[in-house]
T-cell receptor, first 117, second 113 residues
């Protein structure tokens, strides 16, 4: 069964430093998608970045990059130059393969990131 | 603003009651997904509708039901509510079949007393 694992319940980082949030996944599908979402204390889910299983290059979106290592089944989020506003819960998610005829997402348990001055 | 709207934002009710949560997807999105976020279970998929038809079902209780109407808005009905149903309920929408994100609504926070 598909599964997403986030082993870091909480992370601290100093402002302007880079931080890596870990995510590993388990799937038997060849085609799948990996997502990262940010959830601030206000509760909304904000899309950050997407990586397709066939994408050869790591995805980047501004200060966010996804370190995709397919053989290791990992999809770590790297936030460069952390800002105080980055303090939030971060969720890694996977879209099941197309063979399941649905784009539903499976989420990890999340990592709470706190950025300090 | 994701373009997905959910009402109400907050809902407080008593055990045994029934409530309806409403979601309007982004313009043009045919797929609607419902997710539940609770302290116990984390974020989990409940059900998906595509253009009015049920597409996939997750860990949705029999006391819960959903539908998608011809104008593509969706409603999640929760009945015989229990304390454990207290959670944040998200609706998300997407263009099915494209490798892009699901757009999440702001959520409805349900508190069952």
């Amino acid at each position: 069964a598909q599964k997403i694992t986030q082993t870091q319940p909480g992370m601290f980082v100093q402002e302007k430093e880079a931080v890596t949030l870990d995510c590993t996944y388990d799937t038997s599908d060849q085609s799948y998608g990996l997502f990262w979402y940010k959830q601030p204390s206000s509760g909304e889910m904000i899309f950050l970045i997407y990586q397709g299983s066939y994408d050869e290059q790591n995805a980047t979106e501004g200060r966010y990059s996804l370190n995709f290592q397919k053989a290791r089944k990992s999809a770590n989020l790297v936030i460069s130059a952390s800002q105080l506003g980055d303090s939030a819960m971060y969720f890694c998610a996977m879209r099941e393969g197309r063979s399941y005829n649905t784009d539903k997402l499976i989420f990890g348990t999340g990592t709470r990131l706190q950025v300090f001055p | 603003d994701s373009g997905v709207t959910q009402t109400p934002k907050h809902l407080i009710t008593a055990t045994g009651q029934r409530v309806t949560l409403r979601c309007s997807p982004r313009s043009g999105d045919l797929s609607v997904y419902w997710y539940q976020q609770s302290l116990d279970q984390g974020l989990q998929f409940l059900i998906q509708y595509y253009n009015g038809e049920e597409r996939a079902k997750g860990n949705i209780l029999e006391r819960f039901s959903a539908q998608q109407f011809p104008d593509l808005h969706s409603e999640l009905n929760l009945s015989s509510l229990e304390l454990g149903d207290s959670a944040l309920y998200f609706c998300a929408s997407s263009v099915e079949g494209r490798d892009n994100e699901q757009f999440f609504g702001p959520g409805t926070r349900l508190t069952v007393l």
